[in-house]
């Protein structure tokens, strides 16, 4: 099965500026899912976009998603210390089996 | 009040030991699933229960063995530990299959 191929693999930014996390995949998918986990922590579900979406809102969360170009992009918009974490893509596919990415690692410096 | 919860939080202990890790849920939802971490973050189902029945087993050593005595416990029983059994073992549960998973904190195992 395939898994999203995140990118950057780490992102370093300062308090306030936005984030950007892209995500590449090469099979069709059903939905695409935004996770975050916290140092020694469990992951946390952020949202969902499915095939035929294009953008989802969240708060300060803005998640797209082309499947013609087969990728999607995670923006958190006035980023906070509390935000750093580590970011995953986890695809749905047609066999409905979940894949996880390996994981952003996001840096916000207060 | 955690909404899953597994326990122990680590476990440090030699090979060749049997152990368990147990998880329990109290959101009501019918899928619970087993993870495995490793070092480098990588996150790779190993099993998924809905309503006490297994549904998904993937390619797991058959030293693993998942019990689920009801839908709000998912069990995880290891015998013979290796050393590559150290990661973090995650249990989540979801009401709808594969989405909006609730994850729980994680066990630190360790085998030396």
Redesign the interface.
């Given at each position: 099965s395939q898994q999203g191929e995140e990118d950057p693999q780490a992102l370093s930014i300062q308090e306030g500026e936005n984030a950007t996390m892209n995500c590449s995949y090469k099979t069709s998918i059903n939905n695409l899912q935004w996770y975050r986990q916290n140092s020694g922590r469990g992951l946390v579900h952020l949202i969902l976009i499915r095939s035929n979406e294009r953008e989802k809102h969240s708060g300060r969360l803005r998640v797209t998603l082309d499947t013609s170009k087969k990728s999607s992009s995670l923006l958190i918009t006035a980023s906070r210390a509390a935000d750093t974490a580590s970011y995953f893509c986890v695809l749905t596919g047609a066999n409905s089996k979940l894949t996880f990415g390996k994981g952003i690692t996001l840096s916000v410096r207060p | 009040d955690t909404a899953?919860s597994q326990t122990p939080k680590y476990l440090v202990t030699q090979m060749g030991n049997d152990k368990s890790i147990k998880c329990e849920q109290n959101l009501g939802h019918d899928t619970m699933y087993w993870?495995k971490q490793d070092s480098?973050?990588?996150?790779?189902?190993m099993f998924s229960y809905n309503n006490k029945e297994l549904i998904?087993n993937e390619t797991v050593p058959n030293r693993f063995s998942p019990k689920s005595p009801d839908k709000a416990h998912l069990n995880l029983h290891i015998n013979s530990l290796e050393l590559g059994d150290s990661a973090v073992y995650?249990c989540?549960s979801s009401q709808v299959?594969?989405?909006?998973?609730?994850?729980?904190?994680?066990t630190r195992l360790t085998v030396v």
């Open positions: - | 899953v993870y480098k973050k990588f996150l790779k189902i998904i995650f989540a299959q594969n989405y909006g998973y609730t994850f729980g904190s994680g």
